[in-house]
């Protein structure tokens, strides 16, 4: 079952950017594209999860962001650092 989800997880997350890219190129502003997908999507996790599951998962991500910024800031110190010697 975890294949299957992870699967249509791809699958799912494909089409919307597919759908996105779509309206990208009719000329709709991409940031309140995915504003409006990321509104539309926390909606439907407080509706089917309840709002304390919504907020811990949202928070789980904005901390997973913050690592991935924190890193690639080390890794473009640590580039410019190789590139200068």
């Not at 991409?30 to 997908?37: H, N, V, W």
């Not at 990321?38 to 599951?53: I, M, N, P, S």
């Not at 997973?64 to 010697?85: D, F, G, I, M, P």
Request: glycine share 4%; charged share 25%.
């Amino acid at each position: 079952m975890t294949d299957d989800t992870s699967a249509l997880r791809l699958q799912l997350a494909d089409q919307w950017q597919k759908l996105a890219i779509e309206l990208i190129k009719k000329g709709l502003p991409a940031d309140i594209i995915f504003e409006s997908l990321l509104t539309v999507g926390l909606a439907g996790q407080v509706e089917v999860l309840g709002k304390d599951v919504a907020a811990a998962r949202l928070a789980a991500i904005a901390e997973q962001l913050s690592e991935q910024v924190r890193q690639q800031k080390e890794a473009l110190q640590e580039a410019s650092s190789a590139t200068k010697n």
